[in-house]
């Protein structure tokens, strides 16, 4: 019985995957079982990570493409970012310390710092540090360490000395992939440290991404998705998405990405 629950499991996993989304009705008559052996088989599939649940059955989890080098990747989602940026940017105070991460999208937040005064802004990216170094409001602190070519983020033991030396307000961060069950998950090992290094670095932790980073899983898990309090992103994320960050605790600000 267990093995023909498993084998039946394996199925409607293949099902969904091929098929990106199914409902248990669907499934119930597919396989020829009930709709609660469905809703069982669904959430055992769920706990292993496997499909993520829908209202009324589940999606197919999708692993991240490999991700180009940082300077290919301004252009992708460019609005959704820049608005992205402008409403993350609104929750820095004047006078705090914010860490800035590396990435396109914390690229953005850089960007709409022009008007803050007496802001003091460490980074381990030199985007994001060439970005603000002309500008006299802004106290830049750059953390050494070795540098990752294509993202030209600084990574390793030298970025995790220097967080121990300093306190921040707020770290805002990017990830490559976030999903509900299997977290904030990466596709560089070496770089894994250096990032819950800074996920621990402050109290308040918000996290940029556009749409296009949810319900993805990439090969390196980094944390949990509620080791951030805020999630700034575009008004692309599927609703059910959101509503499920949101049980979580989680707060999702959405920015309107529409262009006019």
């Known amino acids: 019985m267990q093995q023909l629950s498993t084998d039946r499991q394996d199925q409607i996993e293949r099902f969904i995957r091929e098929h990106r989304r199914a409902t248990v009705v669907e499934l119930s008559q597919f396989f020829k079982v009930s709709e609660p052996t469905i809703r069982r088989d669904l959430e055992k599939l769920e706990s292993s990570g496997k499909v993520r ?4 059955g589940a999606l197919a989890l999708e692993s991240a493409a490999p991700e180009p080098p940082v300077l290919q990747r301004l252009q992708d989602c460019a609005e959704e970012k820049y608005q992205i940026g402008q409403a993350a940017a609104h929750l820095v105070r004047d006078g705090e310390t914010i860490f800035l991460g590396s990435g396109t999208t ?3 937040v850089a960007r709409n710092l022009t008007f803050k005064k007496n802001l003091t802004v460490i980074t381990n990216a030199l985007t994001v540090a060439n970005q603000l170094a002309g500008n006299e409001n802004i106290n830049l602190i750059v953390t050494g360490g070795v540098l990752r070519h294509s993202e030209a983020s600084l990574t390793g033991h030298l970025v995790e000395q220097t967080l121990k030396e300093l306190r921040a307000d707020k770290v805002i961060i990017s990830i490559r992939s976030i999903s509900i069950q299997e977290g ?3 596709d560089d090992f070496l770089e894994t440290m250096t990032d819950r290094a800074i996920l621990g670095f402050a109290r308040q932790v918000i996290l940029v991404a556009d749409h ?3 319900d993805k899983t990439s090969t390196v898990r980094v944390a949990p998705i509620t080791a951030v309090q805020t999630i700034v992103t575009g008004d692309k994320v599927p609703a059910e998405t959101v509503r499920q960050i949101q049980e979580l605790g989680i ?3 959405q920015a ?3 262009t006019t």
Request: hydrophobic share 25%; charged share 25%; net charge negative.
């Open 53 to 56: 649940r829908s209202h009324g």
């Open 106 to 108: 914390t690229l953005e």
């Open 184 to 186: 904030l998950t990466s």
């Open 212 to 214: 296009t980073k949810f």
């Open 251 to 253: 707060e999702v600000i």
């Open 256 to 258: 309107n990405t529409e």
